[in-house]
């Protein structure tokens, strides 16, 4: 997880960097990720919950530094990003041996996973699916808690 993080870490702060017009050895930003675990129906769902700067901070000849704000991200912009982390990402699961390209699609499938007791369990989980008793299958009900 902790490589994935730096993944994403990179491909942003690599954005925000040369939006600002400077390289990755003449600026610098920052983020605070909360890595989370389940979603709000405590079904297995990791992600990550990010920060960041709205903009890169850049060293002045004199030593000191400047903040350089940059404007929000266009949607073609996010569309980028999106794919280029997909494709970081999917390329590092692959070299880890996690998932295995499908030489017939463009997606990475994960059959070479060893079967185990937990699979049911864990496929269910991010369906939004109840994995056991007489209701197994059926969608899970989502509260949404937002103005509680």
């Not at 990402?89 to 079967?115: C, H, K, P, T, W």
Request: proline share 3%.
């Amino acid at each position: 997880m902790g490589r994935v993080l730096g993944i994403v870490y990179r491909c942003i702060a690599t954005h925000l960097i040369k939006k600002a017009g400077r390289s990755r050895k003449t600026a610098q930003t920052g983020a605070v990720t909360l890595i989370q675990r389940f979603s709000s129906a405590l079904n297995l769902n990791v992600h990550f919950h990010m920060q960041f700067l709205d903009g890169a901070y850049v060293e002045r000849p004199d030593g000191s530094l400047r903040f350089r704000w940059v404007q929000a991200p266009t949607s073609a912009e996010l569309a980028r990003l999106t794919q280029t982390l997909a494709l970081r990402i999917g390329r590092y699961l692959e070299r880890q041996g996690l998932l295995e390209r499908d030489a017939e699609n463009s997606y990475l499938a994960g059959d070479r996973l060893d079967a185990g007791p937990m699979d049911q369990l864990l496929g269910s989980s991010i369906t939004y699916r109840i994995a056991i008793g007489p209701q197994q299958g059926r969608k899970v009900y989502l509260a949404d808690t937002a103005g509680v």
